[in-house]
Nanobody
Framework: QVQLVESGGGLVQAGGSLRLSCAASGLSFSINRMGWYRQAPGKQRELVAT???????NYADSVKGRFTISRDNAKNTVYLQMSSLNPEDTAVYYCNVGGLRVLAGSIRVPFDRWGQGTQVTVSS
């Protein structure tokens, strides 16, 4: 199984910054894509940013220019640097990782895992 551990959430004042981290661990897997999503109270989960093989990134319009997604392949870790935060960014942030697990006999099966979520609260 591939496991994800998130960290870095918290309370910050408007205009401040936070960095989220999500580390993947397990046996024999490769990662194709990593991303961050968020869910505010009463709203659906929405895409924040993704990064795929080749370091191609994609951002929600609401965070472009303020958030930066990056990855450390050696550590199987994805980061989300958030700057110029505003109260509308308040949500539970979830990381999402997809790739291939290598099973016995070199069989490769896709996986898609979600982190446990970390709360980000921005006060006005």
């Amino acid at each position: 199984q591939v496991q994800l551990v998130e960290s870095g959430g918290g309370l910050v004042q408007a205009g401040g910054s936070l960095r989220l981290s999500c580390a993947a661990s397990g046996l024999s897997f490769s990662i194709n894509r990593m991303g961050w999503y968020r869910q505010a109270p009463g709203k659906q989960r929405e895409l924040v940013a993704t990064i795929i093989t080749g370091d191609n990134t994609n951002y929600a319009d609401s965070v472009k220019g303020r958030f930066t997604i990056s990855r450390d392949n050696a550590k199987n870790t994805v980061y989300l640097q958030m700057s110029s935060l505003n109260p509308e960014d308040t949500a539970v942030y979830y990381c999402n990782v997809g790739g291939l697990r290598v099973l016995a006999g070199s069989i490769r099966v896709p996986f898609d895992r979600w982190g446990q979520g970390t709360q980000v609260t921005v006060s006005s």
